[in-house]
C-alpha cells in the first residue's frame, strides 16, 4: 500500500481481539495467546477511507490449523482509516534559554542547516505540522557555536505534534547561535579651533553620554567613542542644544535603543566685541584683472578672552576678500584676521562686494 499506492493505515480502533478456540486439549494445551496472530489482509485496499475487514488466526506451525475452530470471535472485524501518504516542508525554528558570560549577548535569531526539513505521512496529519522547533540550552556562553540538535514538530499554536505514522527525512539539524560582545562606548563631537575659541574653551554635555554596543569582539576592541560631528566654534557666539543622529560602526548593533543624541556647548571665559573694520584688502587676484573693495567698512564680531578683548582695536583688524575664480564684480568670501593676537578670532562667515575688470590696455 505504501510503496504502491502511497497510501498508510492510521487510527486503527482495534488492537487486540478475544477468540473462543474449540480442539483437541492437546493442541489448545499448547497455545497461549502469544501464539496466535490475527491477521488482516489489506491486499484489496487501494483507495483512503475509513475501512472495517475481517480477520484470520495464523497458529505455530506445530499446530494443525484445520483441527481448530473458533466458537466465538469479539470483534469480528477490525477497524481502521486508511490515509492518502504525502510529504512536505517545514521550517526549522527555535530559540535559545541558557545563559551567556558577562559582557556578551546572544543573537535572537538562530540560524539552521539545513532551514527546512521534508516530512512524510498521512495528510490529514501533516496538516497540523507547523515547524520543526529547536530547543538550544547552554549555560555561560561567551562565543558563537554550532551544535547537532533535535527538533520536535509543532503546529502553529506551540503544541507538539505526535505521530507515529509522520517521517521525517532527518532527525537532527545544525544550529548556529551567534553570540557578540557587549561595550559601553562614548559620544562625543569634533570641536574644531575657531573664532578665539579653542576646545579648552567649551563645556560639552551630551545626553545620552554613552550607548551600548554589540558586536564581534575584535571589532569592538578599535571602538571607544563615536563622533557625532565636527563643530567648527568659529561659527557660533553661542550654539543651540542640536539633536544628532547616532552613527553606528559597521558590523556593530545599538543594545541602547536610543537612536539620536543631544549635544550643548556653553563657552566660557571669552568675551565678545563688535568692530567696524576698514582695513579692506585681496588676496589671489587673477592675472591681467584690476580689483576694488566697494564697501568703506565692515562690522565684523571678534570674541577672544576676556583680559585680550580689552586690548584689540580696529587698527588690529583686516579683513581679506579671496577672489580667486572671480573675474567680475561679485561677492567674495572674506577672512578676517586679528594681527598680534593670536587668541582672538572673527565669528561667522562675511563676504564683501569687490568690483573686478580686465585692465586696459
Known amino acids: 500500500m505504501r510503496e504502491q499506492l502511497s497510501l498508510i493505515i492510521t487510527q486503527a480502533e482495534t488492537q487486540t481481539v478475544n477468540v473462543t478456540l474449540k480442539g483437541s486439549r492437546r493442541d489448545l494445551l499448547r497455545l497461549s495467546s502469544a501464539d496466535i496472530t490475527a491477521v488482516v489482509d489489506v491486499s484489496k485496499v487501494t483507495r483512503a477511507g475509513y475501512r ?95 551544535t547537532q540538535a533535535s527538533f520536535t514538530l509543532m503546529d502553529a499554536n506551540g503544541n507538539t505534534v505526535d505521530y507515529d505514522d509522520i517521517e521525517c527525512e532527518q532527525t537532527t539539524v545544525n544550529a548556529t547561535l551567534p553570540i557578540s560582545m557587549t561595550k559601553e562606548v562614548a559620544l562625543d563631537v569634533e570641536l574644531v579651533d575657531g573664532g578665539g575659541a579653542t576646545s579648552a574653551d567649551v563645556v560639552k554635555t551630551i545626553s545620552p553620554a554613552t550607548i551600548t554596543l554589540a558586536g564581534d569582539a575584535a571589532t569592538l576592541q578599535g571602538i571607544n567613542t563615536i563622533s557625532l560631528a565636527t563643530i567648527d566654534l568659529s561659527d557660533y557666539l553661542t550654539f543651540p542644544t542640536t539633536e544628532y543622529t547616532i552613527i553606528l560602526p559597521n558590523d556593530t548593533e545599538n543594545l541602547s535603543g536610543v537612536t539620536s543624541a543631544s549635544v550643548s556647548l556653553e563657552f566660557t571665559g571669552l568675551s565678545t566685541k563688535l568692530f567696524t573694520v576698514t582695513n579692506m584688502d585681496y588676496t589671489n587676484l587673477a592675472s591681467g584683472y584690476t580689483a576694488t573693495v566697494m564697501p568703506t567698512s565692515l562690522i565684523v564680531t571678534i570674541r577672544a578672552p576676556e583680559s585680550t578683548i580689552s586690548q584689540i582695536s580696529a587698527n588690529n583688524i583686516r579683513a581679506v576678500a579671496d577672489l580667486a575664480g572671480i573675474t567680475v564684480t561679485s561677492k567674495a568670501p572674506t577672512t578676517i584676521y586679528v594681527d598680534g593676537y593670536s587668541d582672538a578670532g572673527a565669528v561667522g562667515d562675511y563676504t564683501m562686494w569687490v568690483s573686478v575688470s580686465p585692465k586696459e590696455g
Open 52 to 146: 472495517s475487514v475481517s480477520y484470520t488466526l495464523n497458529y505455530p506451525s506445530y499446530i494443525d490449523s484445520s483441527s481448530i475452530t473458533i466458537e466465538k470471535q469479539t470483534p469480528l472485524t477490525v477497524s481502521f482509516t486508511v490515509s492518502k501518504l504525502a510529504s512536505k516542508s517545514v521550517d526549522v525554528e527555535g530559540k535559545f534559554v541558557g545563559t551567556v558570560a558577562d559582557g556578551y549577548v546572544a543573537d535572537t535569531t538562530l540560524s539552521f542547516d539545513p532551514a527546512t526539513i521534508t516530512i512524510t505521512g498521512p495528510e490529514e496529519e501533516l496538516d497540523e505540522v507547523s515547524c520543526a522547533y529547536v530547543v538550544i540550552d547552554r549555560e555561560n556562553v561567551s562565543a558563537s557555536f554550532t
